[in-house]
């Protein structure tokens, strides 16, 4: 029986598709894939090292694992992949001797190797870039390896859980690596090293093959995405090729944008093509100058604002998403006071909110003090989040009546028992019907009730009611799926 593998993703979409491709490469070399953990006879993290949260959940998890090898005797092969990885690698090994491997992001392509020689060899094995030395030949050479990793991607009919109920049509396209940036909180540069793009036929290659076998809509992901350049083909153009290039791809998306160098040409595309999302995910970070100038972001906070203002002088109805850090070091209340104000201003449809934590190796953590005590940090944050919450609850209010385009996602985990939420009731089936959950494309959730085959097609509803969180609808009909064209959708049982 083949070796049966349990992968768990810690952070963003970048590390869920790094996941979606370990899982096609080792699959494709005979190993299994399980659900279960306990069952595994090998245990992956892929992690993220961006909060300090995020890796105390990895340090207990191999804490357990470890228990596991060592009291009670289990054979598994544990291994410690992504950002951690590549920050961490000797303090795991040290940490955590029942690791068996660390694998850095930018060297994935090499875990099947790294894999066997744990078993053959019965010794530990690591691959890691060393991203502190930039476009060294080792870089050059890694960067060859997972672009390979990301060519050899499956294309198997497209993701289709039926006993979870869960279908995915959508996928992750990467379009670049790494970041440049150096903000002077974040670990990505020192982890995933400077960016690096990849070709656009490439790009366009694997939206198409990904459309062909079902996909509806394709989120293209990178850590500055506008950024974007290669060979002569800039974001925009990237855009408007895949647009005109894919025209059976019925909705396409990117995040993450950087506020700077934001191109009007860029905000053209996508306000003239209509299977462009209206949705850009543009985080600001703060709203004092000063802060974001102690922070290395490279912008104020009028360019900032004035980018959001020729977005909407484009598309007026664009939805815009931000995040937030509150707490960074020397925050006064005057800044927060800024932040709270920019929210106001740019009405964004969400907004990650996040409490400062230093990160170590990052220039703030070796240059400031974490001076912000943690009761003040959590009152910001919660002043934050109530203001984004009224926002939100408005934003939602102000599509009731309208016809939306959902892509049906999966089935709600709410039940008709559930208490209502700002005088809503969002848990509720029809006897004979599914709570069914979809995204529009601002990416608004929707909740609606309606038959199971739905899942995982684009279909239209109209928002009854909405929540802060949710928006209710009827579901008014079938929409017609241009993906369809080429590919058949994926057989769903019925209820
Ligand atoms: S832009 Fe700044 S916050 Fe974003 S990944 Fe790069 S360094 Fe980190």
Redesign the pocket.
Known sequence: MSRQVYIETYGCQMNELDSELVQGQLEALGYGFTTKADEADVVLLNTCS?REHSEHKVWSYLGRLGHAKRDEGREVVVGVLGCMAEREASNIFTRMPHVDLVCGPSMLDKLPSLLENVVQSKSRQSALTGHTARRSATLDAAMDGIEAMDLSRAFSPYANDRESGHVRRQAYVRITRG?????S?????YTRGPEVHRPAQHIIDEVKRLVEAGVLEVTLIG??INHYQHEGTSFARLLYRIHEEVPDLARLRFV?S?PRDFTDEALDVMAACDRIGKYLHV?A?SGSDRMLKIMN?GYTLAEYTDLLDRARARMPNIRLAGDMIVGFPTETDADHDLSLRLIERARYKGCYIFKYSPRPGTVSSRRFEDDVPDAVKRERNQSMLELQNRICLAHNQSLVGQVLDVIVEGESKLRRESAPIDGVVVGWAKKDTTRLIGRTEGDEIVAFDGPRSLLGTLTKVRAMSATAVTILGEHVGERQQKADHRASPPQVDGP
């Open positions: 961006v970041c440049n940036k150096f903000c909180f974040c670990v990505v540069p850590q500055t993450t950087y985080p970070q972001r």
